[in-house]
């Protein structure tokens, strides 16, 4: 897993790191900053604005978070070797088919498979728009590795996160979840 380069701040990300943890090309994130309503300040976007509208996280909270996850699941390798939660999601998301090649199943089998309603995914996407669904390598590889669902803090509702957030036709904040069909079988969901 790849870990994002030195961002020039830990509070906030340049449009040019916006685009790389995001995953996408210059050409995009006007679009999705407008569609999120995240605030350039100075230039910046700040982290907890992006963990907010993107992520549907608490951002403030990953700092002490990682100590619970480790608790929660003592047995981890993954959560034991990881130094700073924050700085793990700050990893670029990775697509559909990036996500199931860590699976080990083909983007196209896997495609087919969901539309049939045989399988669904155990972890969230996060939707940077119609048709643009991407995933947090560090969900997808604690699952595949160890049969685990990170139980990450949900961003609170407050005057402070961008308006619509909730809407139905976005989901709670730009997030679907559901579970693994055939996945769900062979590993085991530590969620309380």
Not at 30 to 42: E, G, T, Y
Not at 102 to 109: A, E
Request: aromatic share 6%; glycine share 6%; proline share 6%.
């Amino acid at each position: 897993m790849q870990i994002c380069p030195n961002p020039r701040s830990t509070y906030a990300a340049t449009q040019a790191e916006l685009c790389r943890h995001l995953s996408v090309e210059r050409s995009s994130i006007n679009q999705i900053v407008r569609r999120k309503q995240l605030v350039n300040v100075a230039g910046l976007y700040p982290w907890h604005q992006i963990w907010r509208a993107l992520h549907g996280i608490e951002g403030t909270l990953l700092s002490t978070h990682l100590d619970e996850l480790r608790l929660q699941h003592r047995n981890s390798i993954i959560l034991a070797e990881t130094k700073n939660l924050e700085t793990a999601l700050k990893t670029p998301l990775i697509d559909f088919s990036g996500m199931a090649g860590l699976l080990g199943v083909k983007p196209n089998t896997l495609s087919r498979r969901i539309a049939d309603g045989r399988e669904t995914l155990p972890f969230p996407s996060v939707n940077l728009g119609p048709r643009k669904r991407m995933f947090r390598p560090l969900e997808v590889l604690v699952w595949r590795e160890e049969g685990l669902l990170l139980d990450l803090p949900k961003a609170r509702d407050t005057d402070a996160s961008p308006k619509g957030q909730n809407s139905k036709e976005e989901g709670s904040f730009g997030l679907e979840k559901a579970v693994f069909g055939a996945f769900s079988q062979k590993k085991e969901a530590c969620v309380d």
